[in-house]
């Protein structure tokens, strides 16, 4: 059993920056696509940003140049840097560890862009 813990979330006025984080416990973390994914209030969760084993990413067009997601495999843990934030950005992000064999999430963290 794979838990993943989110922290650094919050409040932040437009234009903003905040840094997420996402530590994972166990042993299949560098084998793992780690993911954030967002679900604004009264909407569907949707892919933010994902990164492979192999560190390829890939970036929803609403945050490309905007957010970048990196992954540090010696401390488990995935992070979401996240510029210029906008009031749509505002949700709760998640993340999220994969593979053909599982799919994990963590609790979420809240995100508040005030404009």
């Known amino acids: 059993q794979v838990q993943l813990v989110e922290s650094g979330g919050g409040w932040v006025q437009a234009g903003g920056s905040l840094k997420l984080s996402c530590a994972a416990s166990?042993?299949?973390?560098?084998?793992?696509?780690m993911a954030w994914y967002r679900q604004p209030p009264g909407k569907q969760r949707e892919l933010v940003a994902d990164i492979t084993s192999g560190f390829s990413t890939n970036y929803a067009d609403s945050v490309k140049g905007r957010f970048t997601i990196s992954r540090d495999n010696a401390k488990n843990t995935v992070y979401l840097q996240m510029n210029s934030l906008k009031p749509e950005d505002t949700a709760v992000y998640y993340c999220?560890?994969?593979?053909?064999?599982?799919?994990?999430w963590g609790q979420g963290t809240q995100v508040t862009v005030s404009s």
């Open positions: 166990g042993s299949i973390f560098s084998f793992s696509t």
């Open positions: 999220n560890s994969r593979s053909w064999t599982y799919d994990y």
